[in-house]
């Protein structure tokens, strides 16, 4: 562990970020086991979009950005990440591919949560880790929830025309698809 900041710094982050906030002390714990400290300088990247979701995040300290690959040297930027932020949960859950490129906004520290270590937690039956999946299926569900009443909002609209659904939709996906 990172010598600058202590255990007991960091089960106090945790417990003050939403995802972590209902796990009793041992399986705080238990989550903390498997946890790693990453140091990013600002400006460099975590992982870009494509690579293999080998774990999840927490914005300790600083911010990152997350960006989409919209053609050759353009990208939109999709999200700011402060502390407390989660992110990359999807790939823990499914395995997929990042969807985004990370990206340091200035020098940051990040817990992260590799996969297989994740993994082999809720393959041992371990209910925290069961506790933390049900938080991230809560956060998706409610990305998902937004995403599409405001799809519906869209569609139902009289007034807008295939070229303004385009462009509200492209700002949705944006906006919404903010896992990695």
């Known amino acids: 562990m990172d010598s600058s900041i202590t255990l007991e710094q960091i089960l106090t982050f945790l417990l003050e970020t939403p995802l972590f906030k209902d796990l009793a002390p041992d399986g705080l714990a238990e989550i903390v086991g498997i946890m790693q400290i990453q140091h990013l300088d600002a400006g460099q990247a975590l992982f870009q979009q494509g690579d293999v979701g080998d774990a999840w995040y927490v914005v300790y300290s600083g911010g990152v950005e997350v960006f989409r690959e919209v053609g050759v040297g353009r990208r939109n930027l999709v999200v ?4 407390r932020a989660c992110f990359g949960e999807m790939a823990v859950l499914d395995g997929s591919p990042r969807s985004g490129t990370v ?3 200035k020098d ?5 949560f590799p996969r297989g270590a994740f993994q ?3 393959a041992g039956e371990s209910l925290a880790a069961h506790q933390l999946v049900l938080a991230m299926a809560r956060l998706l569900c409610a990305r998902q929830r937004v995403l599409t009443g405001e799809v519906f909002g869209m569609l ?3 007034r807008a025309d295939l070229g303004d659904i385009r462009t509200r939709m492209q ?9 990695e």
């Open 156 to 158: 139902e609209d009289p």
């Open 171 to 179: 700002r949705l996906v944006d906006a919404y698809h903010v896992s």
């Open 108 to 112: 940051s520290v990040l817990l992260r």
């Open 80 to 83: 700011q990440l402060a502390p």
């Open 120 to 122: 082999s937690l809720l």
């Open 103 to 105: 990206q340091a906004v």
